[in-house]
């Protein structure tokens, strides 16, 4: 479907440089015309817009790096992104973290209006009091909400590292009739490992809890150690695993300080 | 029929357009190396590629809903904003190569993990750009690559303006025939 040259040549020498963004303004606007009473002609640009696209998939090669880090960045940005807007839960309604973004919102609302009032306080001062006071309330206001940006990127860096598209979930159980429990939330993509652990037995003096990454090859990895807090505890690890290597996942008592493999009794694992 | 040559997949599109994020994740891994080496011929560093690929990512994903597909295939949509953004940031640093792209003769193949359809696009579409004449390539790289007009690819080549437009429409022709053939088109 290639319009006739004769009527629309000149127009399709320009279509080149409007596809590539090249054009003049005055030649962009002589195309634009063209186009709303030409239906072949805008056919074409589609066609001359793929194909001038596409050259770009003709750049040399290069070595491309790790772009993993890059990858969980833009998810948890979109993860961010949705949350913030409201659109839908991030997490079942029996998890508590499902009001953390409204709660980190009320307390954007709550940090304006508390600038607002301060705003109020200072009006009757005389002028370059006020002017001084302001600009020190900009500064409190714009430290407080660069705080909650970054409390809200981590939330959205949280929230990624537990609901990415391909994290996996290993519940931990203790065997017998003991209480703890817990759930690792594993994403390949990214090397992240998140756990989240319950119920735990308090730790006496010179002790800690040690986390275990089991190989299938039965390579015993510590992931570090942490101590629960009323029961509770979570940390993060990052550790690259393929994801068909993983075996098992346990929690040992150690020695305070960890150990370099497992010497205590396994408090709970799964698989 | 998704007319555009490497077509991703018309469901992942549809999905990744609609929002879903895991749609986000798999074009990502389709397309993050094409965009990347496209980046860093046009800037020739590789911290601020990395940048533009994190800036084009975002950018399509914040502006899916203005996706087109009957103005433009999605791989030319995505790199386009791609090559924007890095022309963008090329200006503004002020950074003008002496030289042109690296000669594509010495492009040497290393498919892209998890993206062995896009890389076998890679590949036809190198092979298209390859067989025109070498006046014509010149003409569409110094355009893509480095952002010229047509004024400013006449100046740098030492040609006639309408040698240019000449050169520029004959290529065109020819890879839009070539990579029509790609897209099933007789």
Known sequence: MTP?????????????????????????AEVERHLAGCAACRAELAVIRDSVGVVGLAAPDAPVPDLAAMR?????????????????????????????????????????LAVGAGFYRYAAAGRHQLEARLAAE???????????????????????????????????????????????????????????????????????????????????????TFAPVAGRAMMQAAYP?????LGAIAVTEEPAGGMPQPTGEIIISGA | MDRSPGATDPALLARFVAGDERAFAAIFDQWSAPVYRLARTILQDEQAAEEVVEETFWQAWTTRA??????????????????SRALDRRRA????????????????????????EVEETVRLVRSALGELPAEQREVIELA?????????????TAQPLGTVKSRSRMAMDKLRDRLGMLRGET
């Open chain 2, 66 to 83: 203005s996706f087109d597909a009957s103005r433009a295939g999605f791989a030319a949509w995505l790199l386009m904003i791609a090559r």
């Open chain 2, 93 to 116: 640093v002020g950074r003008r190569r002496e030289a042109g792209p690296e000669p594509l003769e010495r492009m040497a193949g290393r498919p892209a993990r998890d993206a062995a």
């Open chain 1, 241 to 245: 695993l393929p994801r068909d290597a």
């Open chain 2, 144 to 156: 893509y690559f480095e952002g010229l007009s047509q004024s400013e690819i006449a100046r740098r």
């Open chain 1, 138 to 224: 900009r500064a409190a206001a714009a430290a407080e909400i660069a705080g909650l940006r970054d409390s809200l990127a981590s939330a959205g860096a949280m929230i990624a590292a537990l609901t990415g598209p391909e994290v996996r979930v290993v519940t931990l159980a203790a065997s017998g009739t003991r209480r703890p429990g817990g759930r690792m939330f594993w994403d390949p993509a990214t090397g992240r490992w998140t756990l989240v652990a319950h119920d735990l037995p308090a730790l006496g003096a010179g002790r800690t809890y040690q986390l275990w990454i089991i190989t299938k090859g039965g390579q015993k990895v510590s992931a570090g």
């Open chain 1, 72 to 112: 969980a960045r833009l998810l948890a940005r979109a993860a961010g992104q949705r949350v913030a807007a409201g659109r839908e839960p991030f997490m079942r309604s029996d998890t508590p973290g499902r009001r953390l973004g409204p709660v980190l919102l009320a307390l954007a609302a709550a940090a304006i």
């Open chain 1, 4 to 28: 006739d040259d004769q009527a629309h040549g000149p127009i399709r020498d320009l279509m080149v440089a409007v596809a590539l963004g090249s054009a003049s303004p005055g030649e962009a």
